[in-house]
């Protein structure tokens, strides 16, 4: 990776007036990844950017304490952690992980739901699942109450792919279920 290719990007992201930067830090070589992320955090920082790691279960990142140790680790003012409710569940990070976190490093959640499974899913199904087949919040397991609690107020996001839904659902009604279910998550609180 060569942070300096991602410079017009970084521009145009300024210019919309977009806030963050989602990163995954996909790279086995620890030097390399931290220097890479470091890197990000000034170019982005230059544009009043902040760079949020999305950790992911079968990257070289798959935790809230791998991202933590990241951010920690870059001390950038600009680095932080995207909290998305399916990795930090597929993970098996649990709310006490968040205990002691600066809650400046959460600038927003991703939220979406997914089923509890008698046995860990494997990494196709952890990547069908995260890329294909999301649950809307409330039609799973996901302690989504708590993770909203430990963070109110936060910007939300929902990033909830339904493939099989969209075969029968068309965009407009897919925005509608999102939007109800998202009400009704935030009525439970």
């Known amino acids: 990776t060569k942070i300096e290719t991602y410079d017009a990007v970084l521009e145009f992201a300024a210019e919309l007036g977009a806030k963050h930067v989602l990163t995954t830090l ?5 030097s390399r990844r931290r220097d890479n992320l470091a890197a990000l955090c000034e170019a982005a920082a230059a544009r009043g950017l902040t760079v949020d ?3 992911v279960p079968w990257q070289s990142v798959p935790s809230l304490a791998a991202a933590a140790e990241e951010v920690r680790h870059c001390g950038h003012p600009a680095a932080g952690i995207a909290l998305d409710a399916l990795h930090f569940y597929r993970s098996g990070s649990e ?10 490093w959460f600038r927003y959640l991703q939220l979406c739901d997914a089923p509890r ?6 990494r196709e199904e952890l990547i069908h699942e995260a890329v294909k087949e999301r649950l809307l919040p409330g039609e799973g397991d996901i302690d989504l109450v708590g ?3 430990a963070f109110a107020p936060l910007p ?3 990033e909830i792919p339904q493939e099989s839904l969209a075969r029968r659902l068309d965009a407009a009604g897919r925005v509608g279920a999102a939007v109800a279910a998202l ?3 935030l ?3």
């Open 53 to 55: 790691i999305e950790f």
């Open 95 to 104: 709310l006490a992980d968040l205990e002691g976190l600066p809650r400046e």
């Open 26 to 30: 996909d790279d086995s070589d620890e």
């Open 156 to 158: 939300l996001a929902m």
């Open 183 to 185: 009400r009704g998550l």
């Open 117 to 122: 499974r008698a046995t860990p899913p494997s």
């Open 187 to 189: 009525a439970r609180l």
């Open 147 to 149: 993770l909203l609690g």
